[in-house]
């Protein structure tokens, strides 16, 4: 299931920020750790699968005002902020409205010249891929409450999924509802496991 963001820990505050297409559940892994001396907030950016909707046109202020609105009502005034790839674009906006102690900007993008809108197509590939996902998700979510446990070697979900082994996502640029399958491999799945 895709949720908003995570909370957790307590010290000064830090907030996460993922990169192009992921979650907040990137940071997983070392959430313990930084749980450890700091109130965590990892959120899902706008636009993003689980994140708030952007209604009318995708820019990176959108972004970063949704951001600023989230640390708003979880009552960060400013923040220690990492950020990867669109995050670390995103923290080092949001350094620039004063609303960062610090800033760990992990391989942030941007840097597209003045003039230069080529981004734009990124960011509307980015919402059709949204768009995708959302619908898969409420496929995925079905499966797995369907399977107890098991190793298939094809089934199919509906006629715009197919599950096949061996974890891969290939979706097409083309929607859920065309007859073009996403597919979704797994070499060995059980309905304990998280998709």
């Given at each position: 299931m895709f949720t908003p963001s995570h909370r957790g820990g307590s010290g000064p505050p830090l907030v996460c920020l993922h990169g192009f297409m992921d979650t907040w559940r990137t940071w997983e892994i070392v959430l313990p750790e930084l749980e450890r001396r700091h109130d965590v907030l990892a959120l899902t950016l706008a636009g993003h699968t689980g994140g708030p909707p952007i209604e009318g046109e995708i820019s990176v202020g959108v972004i970063v005002d949704a951001v600023e609105r989230t640390m708003d009502e979880a009552g960060f005034e400013i923040a220690h902020i990492v950020g990867d790839s669109l995050g670390g674009y995103v923290a080092l906006e949001l350094a620039s409205r004063g609303r960062a102690a610090t800033v760990v900007a992990?391989?942030?993008?941007?840097?597209?010249?003045?003039?230069?809108?080529?981004?734009?197509?990124?960011?509307?590939?980015?919402s059709t891929l949204h768009e995708q996902m959302e619908q898969l998700s409420n496929v995925v979510d079905?499966?797995?409450?369907?399977?107890?446990?098991?190793?298939?070697?094809?089934?199919?979900?509906?006629?715009?999924?197919?599950?096949?082994?061996?974890l891969n996502v290939a979706p097409s640029r083309s929607s859920l509802t065309s007859s073009a399958p996403l597919i979704i491999r797994q070499r060995s799945w059980a309905a304990s496991s998280s998709l």
């Open positions: 992990l391989a942030p993008a941007g840097g597209w010249a003045k003039g230069d809108e080529s981004y734009k197509e990124l960011l509307r590939a980015q079905g499966v797995h409450e369907n399977f107890q446990a098991a190793t298939f070697s094809s089934v199919v979900v509906s006629s715009s999924v197919t599950l096949m082994p061996s």
